[in-house]
């Protein structure tokens, strides 16, 4: 066992048989809530050349389909959703968990660290500007029109707690639902994991504009 995961191993059980009282920062680190430098970090591009093609990895085609969708209030068409997702496929994302209880919306209170966290990176001089998809995602129960509303729904919640808290422009904030798509825990398809926002850099700042 390497030193780190011993540490962390003896952390946790000296927690538990302790009745430690735990900081509100180590409750999130264990959790595994990050940090506004990891979601910067995990969004900004990965360049390895200097190309503006490179930079931005959208075609024509790709860049044009962003601009028609960016701003409509209405969802997204199954062809959209699915070109939303292969866009994404290509795009800086980070995995951050704005997890929701089951047949459920609104937000939580233990989500709200985590949504501050990227309403933070969202509006850092790294990433203010960029174009961010928000993408709903559900667990596996539930039929897949259910799950598909409830996805948009999700994804539109932590919209507006950015819109509201951080003063995004709505212009910069995609929304889709995927439903039951994607499922993060595939071995366990109900986990509470599964219930969740993903958040993707589409379009950089430099390029958001054009």
């Known amino acids: 066992m390497s030193r780190r995961k011993y540490l962390g191993t003896s952390l946790a059980l000296a927690i538990?048989?302790?009745?430690?009282?735990?900081?509100?920062?180590?409750?999130?680190?264990?959790?595994?809530?990050?940090?506004?430098?990891?979601?910067?970090?995990?969004?900004?591009?990965?360049?390895?050349?200097?190309?503006?093609?490179?930079?931005?990895?959208?075609?024509?085609?790709?860049?044009?389909?962003?601009?028609?969708?960016?701003?409509?209030?209405?969802?997204?068409?199954?062809?959209?959703?699915?070109?939303?997702?292969?866009?994404?496929?290509?795009?800086?994302?980070?995995?951050?968990?704005?997890?929701?209880?089951?047949?459920?919306?609104?937000?939580?209170?233990?989500?709200?660290?985590?949504?501050?966290?990227?309403?933070?990176?969202?509006?850092?001089?790294?990433?203010?500007?960029?174009?961010?998809?928000?993408?709903?995602h559900t667990d596996a129960k539930g039929t897949d029109d259910y799950n598909q509303k409830l996805s948009e729904r999700r994804a539109e919640t932590v919209k507006r707690f950015l819109v509201d808290n951080y003063k995004i422009s709505p212009d910069l904030l995609m929304t889709s639902g995927f439903g039951k798509d994607g499922l993060k825990n595939t071995a366990d398809p109900y986990a509470a994991e599964n219930r969740r926002v993903e958040i993707v850099n589409v379009v950089e700042k430099e390029h958001a504009a054009k």
């Open 16 to 136: 538990l048989a302790g009745g430690f009282v735990v900081s509100p920062a180590l409750q999130s680190a264990m959790a595994g809530e990050l940090s506004a430098q990891q979601i910067i970090d995990g969004l900004k591009p990965k360049t390895r050349s200097l190309s503006a093609s490179t930079r931005s990895s959208l075609s024509d085609a790709d860049t044009a389909f962003i601009q028609r969708v960016r701003g409509q209030s209405r969802s997204l068409s199954l062809g959209d959703r699915q070109q939303m997702a292969e866009i994404a496929a290509k795009r800086p994302k980070v995995d951050v968990e704005i997890n929701f209880d089951f047949n459920s919306a609104e937000l939580t209170p233990r989500a709200e660290p985590q949504l501050n966290n990227l309403g933070k990176a969202l509006t850092s001089t790294e990433l203010q500007g960029s174009v961010v998809m928000l993408g709903g």
